[in-house]
């Protein structure tokens, strides 16, 4: 995954070969995603040039990208006026803002003479008649999709100030088989679903993959030998290790935000479950929580000075905030039902979780000492929300009613853009990656 090369265009070289202005510092185009209804930026998104339909393919993918965010709403292209021949060469800007494109994409594929593709692509504010950004990638034909998802994300951090998440991918457990006899896979694919391939066989049951925040590697439970045990595997490389084996039931293992250590629930004889902390370097654990209850689903806050676990000890299960080395627990959660699957923001702003109330899941946020609390999904069987690695989209999964298995589902913090992922067969707790490297 790393040979992809990024070779940014300065804007004032392109600004001479194009024969236009560059820009401010502040773009004159911009979305403003801390508003509560982010209304939809209109972008045209031309098939980029190439000798063989490649350029169309990048070019739809970056479109798909934008246009599933929510914050953008991409053209039809019957509605376009000028036909893009040659990207070097300025846009008609007045062609453009007939229909309202506010923002303009263009670019050209082609290949290098050792095989590789070459990407370029430029970002154009039509109503100001200006280039907002211009840049090439380099990546092996295998990889073309990972250029489309880059230069989304580009687009994406040039038109709101934030970085994008498109170029992630998604750890989750793919589920086949009759409801009573189902086969669990570890399984992994793109945000968008492309790209899908299997991690493990399905002989033996897993649970609860986990990204780690600073590499390609995963943490996760199997039941091989009947047991349930953690184990760390790279994705690269396919290497496979057991962190450690612990008495009784593991649970919901989770990375710290250097990844040098997991947090996980550890379930004993008595019936309670605890939090432990164990060094991935000297495998040394360290109990976090001592108490006559259920303590589990720990997430650490981004400066891994905090972690959030829900926990029984008030009567049913709440919402408690505790220091990184179990001092301090506070409750946070007070509203009606139960709270579960706690997870903090990459942001450190927001806590994710799943309600239970009144016969209904529900997906939602709340502040890091508990208030302002919303809900942004409601169904019939819901959980596992996982973050986005810029903190503003949410990944989790659903069960209808009578619908026979899970599915994943994407919304924004808004709670007005949710999406189906596509998977190949039910698919639940998934986990999302940082940003590819």
């Known amino acids: 995954m790393k040979t992809i090369l990024r070779a940014i265009l300065l804007i004032g070289a392109l600004a001479g070969a194009f024969c236009v202005a560059t820009l401010p510092a ?16 209109p972008i045209a998104v031309t098939d980029f040039i190439s000798g063989d339909g490649k350029g169309a393919e990048i070019s739809g993918v970056v479109e798909a990208d934008l246009r599933r965010s929510g914050l953008f709403a991409p053209i039809e292209k019957g509605a376009f006026i000028e036909k893009i021949s040659n990207p070097d060469v300025a846009p008609r800007f007045e062609d453009w ?14 290949r290098e003479a050792d095989g590789r593709l070459r990407a370029e692509f430029r970002l154009w504010d039509t109503f100001a008649g200006q280039q907002l950004v211009g840049e ?44 009573n006899q189902r086969v669990k896979r570890l399984a992994i694919m793109d945000q968008d679903g492309a790209n899908h391939r299997y991690l493990s066989d399905g002989r033996a049951i897993v649970m609860t993959p986990r990204f780690s925040p600073t590499r390609q590697e995963i943490t996760y439970m199997s039941y091989e030998g009947g047991q349930p045990q953690v184990y760390l595997l790279q994705l690269e490389t396919g290497q496979r290790e057991l962190v450690g084996n612990f008495p009784g039931m593991t649970f919901a293992p989770r990375f710290s935000p250097d990844g040098q250590r997991v947090v996980m629930s550890l379930l004993r004889d008595d019936g309670n479950s605890n939090i432990f902390s164990m060094d991935l370097r000297s495998r040394n654990t360290t109990r976090l929580t001592n108490s006559n209850s259920i303590d589990t689903s720990p997430s650490f806050s981004p400066d891994g000075n905090k972690i959030v676990f829900t926990s029984d000890r008030g009567g049913r299960p709440q919402i408690y905030v505790m220091g990184a080395d179990g001092s301090n627990p506070q409750r946070i959660s007070f509203g ?40 942004l999904s409601t169904g019939f069987l819901q959980e596992g929300p996982t973050w ?36 190949p067969n039910f698919a639940s707790d998934p986990a999302w990656s940082p940003l590819l490297e």
């Open 26 to 41: 502040r773009a004159l185009v911009e979305i403003d995603v801390n508003k509560g209804i982010v209304e939809p930026l």
């Open 97 to 110: 803002k007939v229909i309202n494109a506010q923002a303009l994409v263009t670019g050209r594929v082609t």
């Open 136 to 179: 090439q990638f380099f990546a092996t034909e295998a990889n073309w999709r990972r250029i489309a998802h880059i230069i989304a994300d580009t687009i994406y951090e040039r038109l709101t100030g934030e970085k994008g998440y498109f170029d992630t991918r998604i750890v989750y457990i793919d589920e086949s088989g009759a409801k």
């Open 336 to 375: 009606e039902g139960s709270y579960s699957t706690p997870v903090w923001s990459p942001r450190g702003d927001l806590i994710a979780f799943t309600k239970q109330t009144a016969g209904d899941f529900q997906i939602g946020v709340m502040r890091t000492d508990g208030s302002g609390e919303r809900i």
């Open 388 to 423: 986005a690695p810029n903190g503003r989209v949410i990944m989790f999964f659903r069960q209808a009613a009578g619908a026979g298995g899970p599915r994943l589902y994407s919304i924004d913090l808004t709670g007005r853009n949710e999406q189906q992922i596509p998977t």
